[in-house]
């Protein structure tokens, strides 16, 4: 199926409306119905976008997908790392850079900066997009804050910096960033710890879990896991550096900064993506199968 605007709208608006009705176990034609579409033309669609069908996206939005998550995908994380392998899934390895501001740049508050800004409609709802000439430097979202809380959020990470809303500039970043082409560029600023801190993030391939305790011992401080923590939440480009895959040691999925629903959308998401891509790799032939209904 050829990939166009409106169906990619669809789809994101699928997401949305299981994540919002997941309790409810909402069957094949009920979501075909809220989003104008035929049950099988969705069922063929949703597929070939996210790789499960919806009824198995519905089970990675289960309360306890995050403890099978860090029992399963957490024990072959470090063997991963090691080897210097990661996911199969490229929604975010191969198309992303990213640079670190000066330590000055964040001290000063951002002062000198010009920082676009802009609203994108997204899988996970709403989001808010800032960016500079380096690159992307703050992505949130609106479910849980609403808009002025989002925008007084973001932009009072760097109070002296100058905003100016510019979605033209920045849409080609967001397209890039979930999964419609081009290269995802990232410019960091923040403090050198939380910089330390983000870049660990940024090793944990998509589909895996980490804990913050596991976050601390990578980046040499393994007692400073309440620091490691706090870093985590001040992460100022969610999504993309991806502090959704930080768990506790329980498998509890903890807080989140944009609200849990976003995470676990973003957690089940990712999963799915990650096991269309295993079945895709060992049974290349079999495209068909990956649209039938489980």
């Known amino acids: 199926m050829h990939r166009t605007q409106e169906q990619y709208e669809v789809i994101a608006?699928?997401?949305?409306?299981?994540?919002?009705?997941?309790?409810?176990?909402?069957?094949?034609?009920?979501i075909a119905a809220k989003i104008g579409y035929s049950p099988t033309h969705f069922q063929r669609a949703f597929s070939q976008w996210v790789g499960v069908?919806?009824?198995?996206y519905l089970g990675y939005l289960t309360l306890d997908h995050a403890k099978r998550l860090l029992a399963e995908r957490h024990s072959l994380l470090e063997?991963?790392?090691?080897?210097?392998l990661s996911s199969p899934s490229r929604l975010h390895d191969l198309f992303l850079s990213w640079e670190a501001m000066s330590p000055g740049v964040y001290a000063s508050g951002g002062a000198g900066l010009e920082i676009a800004y802009g609203w994108f409609d997204t899988p996970f709802g709403e989001a808010l997009a800032m960016g500079t000439e380096a690159g992307l430097c703050?992505?949130?979202?609106?479910?849980?804050t609403g808009r002025e809380g989002a925008l007084a959020d973001l932009s009072g990470r760097w109070r002296n910096a100058e905003f100016r809303e510019d979605p033209q500039r920045l849409a080609p970043l967001v397209n890039a960033a979930f999964g419609q082409g081009g290269q995802a560029?990232?410019?960091l600023i923040g403090a050198p710890f939380q910089i330390k801190v983000w870049e660990a993030l940024l090793s944990i391939p998509s589909g895996y879990v980490t804990t913050y305790s596991d976050i601390a011992a990578r980046i040499g401080q393994p007692?400073?896991?309440?620091?490691?923590?706090?870093?985590?939440?001040?992460?100022?480009?969610s999504w993309l550096i991806p502090c959704h895959r930080a768990l506790r040691k329980s498998g509890a999925l903890g807080g989140y900064h944009w609200g849990l629903p976003v995470k676990r959308a973003m957690l089940a998401y990712e999963s799915a993506r990650l096991e269309a891509d295993e079945v895709s790799a060992a049974t290349p032939s079999a495209s068909k199968a990956e649209n039938v209904e489980h």
């Open 13 to 30: 608006a699928a997401i949305r409306y299981l994540e919002e009705n997941c309790a409810e176990h909402p069957d094949l034609e009920t």
């Open 53 to 56: 069908s919806p009824k198995k």
């Open 79 to 84: 063997t991963s790392l090691e080897l210097g």
């Open 138 to 144: 703050g992505l949130g979202f609106a479910s849980g």
């Open 185 to 187: 560029r990232l410019a």
């Open 223 to 237: 007692k400073a896991v309440r620091a490691v923590g706090t870093a985590v939440g001040r992460n100022p480009i």
